[in-house]
């Protein structure tokens, strides 16, 4: 049922943020595959619109291999692109694992490249063959911490509608499960998010 209303306020992002268009990848489309100048970019664009970063850095350590970790916006992609992100490793891109701490990471965190932590997930968007070289195009959404809100109306809760199935003749036969919530989205503030549009190095089948 959660995930119902996590998809809604996903599409309502999708149509309603600005868009910044990936042009730091090598891949020849537009957009092109994420580049380090990408994520460069838009952090840039939320920290000259004096968004709110969500988590603070966290402080190196004396751990082979880690290094600090800036204090950072959230952005959702999806796990499609896990592959390109692991291409930007050694040119500025970090793997969760070399955080000098993990104790503060998210589970679906993948690394953080600047100002950005980079989280993952199967339902973030996609627009399947929509770039200009009709390749999938992928809505890496990078938020502040002031840019949306999640308005559930006072008094009321998500219900769970279930009638079991039964037969007593023709006209008594069928079960009926569904949901029924009410709830807004809304961009509280619309110069703290920007979808960073981008597409992948390579090709993957689905």
Not at 31 to 42: E, H, Q
Not at 88 to 101: A, E, H, R
Request: aromatic share 10%; glycine share 10%; with cysteine.
């Amino acid at each position: 049922m959660r995930q119902a209303e996590d998809l809604i306020l996903r599409d309502y992002i999708v149509s309603a943020a600005s868009q910044i268009m990936a042009g730091g990848g090598s891949n020849g489309d537009n957009p092109t595959n994420l580049g380090m100048s990408d994520f460069s970019l838009v952090a840039t664009t939320l920290d000259t619109n004096n968004a709110f970063k969500f988590v603070s850095g966290i402080e190196g350590m004396d751990r082979y291999g880690t290094g600090p970790v800036r204090a950072a916006y959230f952005m959702l992609s999806s796990t499609e692109i896990q592959s390109d992100l692991d291409n930007l490793v050694g040119q500025g891109f970090k793997n969760q694992w070399d955080y000098p701490s993990n104790a503060t990471a998210l589970i679906t965190e993948y690394g953080a490249a600047f100002n950005i932590r980079v989280l993952t997930s199967s339902e973030a968007p996609v627009a399947r063959g929509a770039s200009a070289n009709g390749n999938d195009l992928y809505y890496n959404t990078v938020v502040g911490k002031q840019a949306i809100t999640h308005i559930n109306q006072d008094g009321y809760t998500m219900k769970l509608i279930y009638r079991d199935p039964y037969y007593s003749g023709m006209l008594a036969q069928n079960a009926t499960l569904a949901i029924k919530f009410c709830q807004g989205q809304a961009l509280t503030q619309d110069t703290a998010i920007r979808n960073l549009m981008s597409t992948r190095l390579s090709g993957l089948t689905v």
